[in-house]
């Protein structure tokens, strides 16, 4: 009897605090719902091809406990706490929900998790205009004009830098785990080539093209299909096989996008696999990388001898790691920047950073690296001396005055030259 007794008081409780909330509060912890919601679908209900619910335990869970927690105090915090806690809940919301729909619906339309992510972001937008709202309701009217204005000033400026410093690299984070380049219908290799299909090194299937080898060496041109073609049509008129496919998340391949490259290596081993599966000669298989298969590419050969040579074009930083080779008080904003980034990446990729691609290069002993990188290059692109000093192989290294990949664009003759010579040096089988 007591214990129904008790259950009674609580649904009284329940019922009455529910009642007794104010028309704001009802409207936020609603739009928390909401968001809740698309949190669900996104990672456990709709998860990427060839993913699983465990794959993202880490990245469905802790947003899931941080909304879970800040509706549980929302009504003991101050208003400019709660206006705060809106504001921010209410970007992200408008983040997480807007994304995928907004980079994949004008190409493909609407799919999946995109209709509870619109959803989301409509909740995102009335939370955020709620914390406005309170925070106007909550400002002070009874100190003097100079103290009242200074506080404002004070708090505007916080907020532009915490927007920055802080929800901006998280935002940015979000999208680098969650949109990719969609599929890549048709392609110009150079020569007839066939649809193919392999595992990466952790069972993703990944989905390609290949072109035969008609001088006994291939080699693979990474990411994509896309923006590796007029790559792989130089190396195709010399006579090397290509492999060139999509990374995991990108086009028809499995998995979860990410657009720092984490995980690339398991793409690479795959597809080093698949080459030595179709007859290739193991040694004489190279890769050249554009950007971040560049890095993926210095990964691999810092963890394995199966590929032979590598091309590095475009190298640069994928984590904090990276950013702090060289360490400055007029860099320290941008190593936060960074920072941020890469706790945000790590938390929606449900992966720890790789490793600094210059302790990396440090274990490249014997396979011939060729460094390239642009005087107008991406983000640690100015680190490739460094990464070249490290590697204790075979290696050179050449700058070039151009952007960042824009290598084969800027300088046809001399970059055909140079890397088509690099691979007859390296990959010769003698």
């Known amino acids: 009897m007591s214990i129904a007794v008790d259950h ?8 009455e605090s529910v009642k007794a909330a104010s028309a704001e509060t009802l409207v936020a912890l609603g739009a928390f719902g909401l968001i809740a919601v698309h949190l669900v679908d996104d990672s456990f209900l709709q998860a990427e091809p060839g993913t699983s619910v465990a794959d993202h335990l880490v990245s469905g869970l802790v947003p899931l406990a941080a909304l879970a927690a800040a509706a549980v105090v929302y009504q003991r915090l101050r208003p400019g706490l709660r206006a705060a806690l809106t504001v921010v809940i209410g ?13 994949y619906g004008p190409k493909e339309g609407l799919s999946g998790d995109d209709f509870s992510g619109l959803v989301a972001a409509a909740a995102g937008l009335c939370l955020l205009i709620l914390g406005v709202v309170t925070a106007w309701r909550a400002r002070k009217q009874d100190h003097p004009l100079a103290w009242r204005y200074g506080r404002r000033l004070l ?8 927007l920055y410093f802080v929800l901006f690299p998280l935002s940015l984070s979000y999208g680098f785990t969650h949109v990719a380049r969609v599929g890549t219908s048709q392609g110009n290799l150079g020569a007839p080539y066939e649809a193919v299909s392999f595992e990466a090194s952790d069972g993703l299937r990944l989905d390609g093209w290949f072109v035969p080898s008609r001088n006994g060496a291939a080699v693979i041109v990474y990411p994509g299909k896309k923006g590796t073609q007029n790559h792989a049509r130089m190396l195709v008129r010399h006579g090397y096989g290509v492999l060139v496919f999509d990374r995991r998340g990108e086009g028809t391949s499995e998995g979860d996008p990410n657009a720092l490259g984490w995980g690339f290596d398991g793409d690479l081993k795959g597809a080093l696999a698949y080459l030595r599966s179709r007859g290739v000669d193991p040694d004489r298989i190279g890769g050249l990388g554009l950007s971040v298969g560049g890095e993926a590419l210095l ?8 590929v032979k040579a590598v091309v590095s074009e475009g190298a640069g930083a994928r984590s904090v790691r990276e950013d702090t080779v060289h360490v400055s008080a007029r860099r320290l904003p941008e190593i936060w920047f960074s920072a941020v980034m890469t706790a945000g990446t790590a938390l929606f990729s449900n992966r720890l950073p790789p490793p600094n691609l210059k302790s990396l290069a440090a274990r490249i002993e014997h396979t011939p690296v060729f460094f390239v990188y642009a005087t107008k290059g991406a983000g640690g692109e100015d680190n490739n001396p460094d990464y070249y000093a490290a590697a204790r192989g075979p290696k050179q290294i050449w700058k070039i005055d151009t952007s960042h990949t824009h290598g084969l664009t800027a300088r046809p003759d001399e970059y055909e030259r140079r890397v088509v010579g ?3 040096r390296s990959l010769s089988g003698g």
């Open 422 to 424: 690099f691979f007859d």
């Open 155 to 162: 708090l505007g400026v916080a907020w532009v830098v915490g």
């Open 8 to 15: 009674v008081a609580e649904r009284k409780g329940f019922h």
């Open 299 to 306: 990964q691999t050969a810092g963890e394995t001898t199966a």
């Open 91 to 103: 970007i992200s919301g408008i983040v997480s929900g807007s994304v995928e729909a907004a980079f």
